[in-house]
């Protein structure tokens, strides 16, 4: 498996272009994805998407039309690809397949599976292909997704915590902004964020 990462936007939100046996997954391809997506993904087979804010999806469209892949997205967050409920102007966008909940998912032969940690957004959710977690922007490098936002949930958020913190087995987690890190080494901070999330209800 190849990893390819670059980070997109105003916000920096990182695109990332997974390869297995030649066989290209792109996820959050985010605000001017669309070249570097043409330029690095030789054999794209789907668009993944962990959630459906507008600086993961923006380039959704132009590269479903450009690629002719179909779009995964959490059925939560749908409304998102299709609506711009943040006024940001996102190109709208078409899930081909909506995702429910915990889902495995068989796609060009490989096995993908999502987590669904609500809170950030409705359908809020990581991507877990082999021992790697794309997790959006659910967990980052010490930190979290916010639980501020229209159609977030604090009560959500305190929940997919608590569910992340029972899940064994270490993973690397690719997140939607900013470095790489591990699913143990932020299952160390989780209970300081448990807290803060509480604290906020």
């Known amino acids: 498996m190849q990893i390819k990462m670059q980070p997109m936007g105003a916000y920096q ?3 990332y ?7 290209d997954f ?32 923006w380039s959704n469209a132009e590269l479903k039309e450009r690629l002719k892949v179909p ?11 299709e609506s711009d409920p943040l006024g ?22 490989e096995k993908i599976r999502y987590r669904h940690f609500p809170g ?3 359908g809020c959710s990581v991507i877990e292909i082999g021992d790697n977690w794309f997790s959006g922007d659910f967990l980052f490098q010490q930190s979290i ?14 929940k997919s915590l608590q569910k992340a913190q029972q899940i064994e ?16 080494a932020e299952q160390k901070v989780m209970p300081y964020w448990i807290e803060q999330v509480r604290r906020s209800l």
């Open 120 to 122: 950030h957004t409705p």
């Open 145 to 158: 997704g916010r639980w501020d936002f229209p159609a977030s949930s604090g009560e959500e958020m305190l």
């Open 13 to 15: 939100t990182n695109c």
């Open 71 to 81: 779009i995964y997205a959490p059925e939560g967050d749908l409304f998102m690809l």
């Open 169 to 184: 087995g270490n993973y690397t987690i690719y997140p939607g902004h900013g470095p790489a890190t591990t699913l143990k």
């Open 26 to 57: 792109i996820i959050d391809p985010g605000m001017g994805a669309t070249e570097w997506v043409l330029q690095n993904a030789k054999n794209p087979v789907a668009i993944l998407n962990t959630h459906g804010h507008f600086d993961h999806v």
């Open 88 to 109: 940001q102007g996102t190109p709208a966008s078409h899930a081909d397949y909506a995702v429910k909940g915990d889902e495995t998912l068989e796609i060009a032969g």
């Open 17 to 23: 272009i997974v390869t297995i046996d030649g066989k």
